[in-house]
């Protein structure tokens, strides 16, 4: 599977970006799909996935009510709308794959650097 993440930039606090993933290569009917970020100095943390098949989704606790992640599978995209963002939030976005059996995301997408100004 190749994923392709896009939609980064520079946004105000309390502002919106939308992040997309397009994968190819591979059906992806047994994949959960994923985003991940990684701030500066810190370890990368999960912030949200999304079943391929069905309405499964996770987000991580600090990102309830302010992130949504969703999918077209018409178009093998996943997104990642980001509302009401923050300073904290700033980091590079990664989306990632993985087949529902296993248990580590294999398939990774290049960075797209979120930076959200005070």
């Known amino acids: 599977v190749q994923l392709q993440a896009s939609g980064g930039g520079l946004v105000q606090a309390g502002g919106s970006l939308r992040l997309s993933c397009a994968a190819s290569?591979?059906?992806?009917?047994?994949?959960?799909m994923a985003w991940f970020r990684q701030a500066p100095g810190k370890e990368r943390e999960f912030v949200a996935s999304i079943m391929w098949n069905d309405d499964t989704i996770y987000y991580k606790d600090s990102v309830k009510g302010r992130f949504n992640i969703s999918r077209e599978n018409a178009k093998n995209t996943v997104y990642l709308q980001m509302n009401n963002l923050k300073p904290e939030d700033t980091a590079v976005y990664y989306c990632?794959?993985?087949?529902?059996?296993?248990?580590?995301?294999?398939?990774w997408g290049q960075g797209t650097l979120v930076t959200v100004s005070s």
């Open positions: 990632g794959a993985r087949l529902v059996r296993d248990s580590e995301y294999g398939y």
């Open positions: 290569g591979r059906t992806l009917s047994n994949f959960r």
